[in-house]
């Protein structure tokens, strides 16, 4: 009985000390943590490798895809990426090529937070804004018909633009100093459906086939990063006022009169002059 009584009082002896650490705030992060991992600025430059397999693989198209981020602060990425490519089409019925260049600009958000200065792997999200101009050069076509026979005709040239916006995840590992690799998975989805109702482009690049309201894709990059240190003024500090004591003095009760001032000395001194003068007028 006395063993249950004595671990029942050391339970609650206990519970003071359970609530204490209970009611501790959290540590907040330390601003001079911030400011050592955020200490650097890095700018990447990456190439998508993947794309010239493609394009050795699919002859009928090509395309090249270049990727720059520069890193803001907080895990957050300013990304562009650019490139160029060109299709043919060279069926029996229908023959025509394209070519266009295109640009995306977006941002990428790392999910794993830094742990130094030194840290720059990164699995992230991100969003973009994607527009290609695109030439489309005269299409040539046959309508194959077994009972009234062929017939031919053509597809005026016309220059078109895409706008897209994309939804991007991935990740980036550093592999050597300066040097990483990593890929990117895309859902894009096109935004001005109506310019391409008639005749769409086969392949754009940096998008994917331009009949397609939305395609998903893929690269695999090989970045190198060029960084900087950065300058941090520091804050400034708030000015702090100056007591300056004020001391008064009062006279103490057994001090000496003080001696009568200017002015009233020559006073009394012209009364005397006065007096005097009265005597002698009298004798």
Same mark, same amino acid.
Request: no cysteine; glycine share 8%.
């Given at each position: 009985?006395?063993?249950?009584?004595?671990?029942?009082?050391?339970?609650?002896?206990?519970?003071?000390?359970?609530?204490?650490? @209970?009611?501790?705030?959290?540590?907040?992060?330390?601003?001079?943590?911030? +400011?050592?991992?955020?200490?650097?600025?890095?700018?990447?430059?990456?190439?998508? *490798?993947?794309?010239?397999?493609?394009?050795?693989?699919?002859?009928?198209?090509?395309?090249?895809?270049?990727?720059?981020?520069?890193?803001?602060?907080?895990?957050?990425?300013?990304? @562009?990426?650019?490139?160029?490519?060109?299709?043919?089409?060279?069926?029996?019925?229908?023959?025509?090529?394209?070519?266009?260049?295109?640009? &995306?600009?977006?941002?990428?958000?790392?999910? %794993?937070?830094?742990?130094?200065?030194?840290?720059?792997?990164?699995?992230? +999200?991100?969003?973009?804004?994607?527009?290609?101009?695109?030439?489309?050069?005269?299409?040539?076509? +046959?309508?194959?018909?077994?009972?009234?026979?062929?017939?031919?005709?053509?597809?005026? @040239?016309?220059?078109?633009?895409?706008?897209?916006?994309?939804?991007?995840?991935?990740?980036?590992?550093?592999?050597?100093?300066?040097?990483? @690799?990593?890929?990117?998975?895309?859902?894009?989805?096109?935004?001005?459906?109506?310019?391409?109702?008639?005749?769409?482009?086969?392949? *754009?690049?940096?998008?994917?086939?331009?009949?397609?309201?939305?395609?998903?894709?893929?690269?695999?990059?090989?970045?190198?990063?060029?960084?900087?240190?950065? +300058?941090?003024?520091?804050?400034?500090?708030?000015?702090?006022?100056?007591?300056?004591?004020?001391? %008064?003095?009062?006279?103490?009760?057994?001090?000496?009169?003080?001696?009568?001032?200017?002015?009233? &000395?020559?006073?009394?001194?012209?009364?005397?002059?006065?007096?005097?003068?009265?005597?002698?007028?009298?004798?």
């Amino acid at each position: 009985m006395s063993k249950y009584f004595i671990n029942i009082l050391f339970l609650l002896l206990s519970l003071p000390a359970f609530a204490q650490e @209970a009611e501790e705030p959290l540590e907040e992060e330390e601003p001079a943590k911030i +400011v050592a991992v955020d200490s650097f600025s890095q700018m990447r430059i990456g190439f998508d *490798i993947s794309r010239p397999v493609f394009n050795y693989l699919v002859s009928s198209r090509q395309s090249y895809e270049f990727e720059l981020d520069y890193y803001h602060k907080n895990d957050l990425y300013f990304v @562009a990426d650019f490139g160029w490519g060109n299709a043919k089409v060279d069926y029996y019925d229908l023959k025509y090529t394209t070519n266009n260049t295109f640009f &995306r600009l977006g941002i990428n958000k790392s999910m %794993i937070k830094r742990q130094s200065s030194h840290d720059w792997d990164m699995g992230f +999200v991100g969003v973009r804004y994607g527009v290609a101009p695109i030439q489309r050069s005269v299409a040539s076509y +046959v309508v194959v018909d077994s009972f009234w026979g062929n017939s031919m005709g053509t597809v005026p @040239a016309k220059n078109m633009t895409l706008h897209w916006a994309e939804v991007t995840a991935g990740i980036k590992v550093e592999l050597l100093r300066n040097l990483f @690799a990593g890929w990117t998975i895309r859902g894009k989805f096109r935004i001005n459906k109506s310019s391409f109702q008639e005749l769409p482009p086969y392949y *754009i690049a940096g998008y994917g086939k331009g009949d397609k309201g939305s395609v998903f894709d893929f690269n695999f990059y090989i970045n190198y990063a060029i960084r900087w240190r950065r +300058v941090h003024k520091p804050a400034p500090q708030p000015e702090t006022p100056v007591n300056i004591p004020r001391t %008064i003095v009062t006279p103490s009760k057994d001090s000496t009169a003080q001696p009568a001032p200017a002015n009233d &000395r020559g006073l009394k001194g012209i009364k005397g002059l006065k007096d005097k003068k009265d005597t002698g007028s009298e004798e």
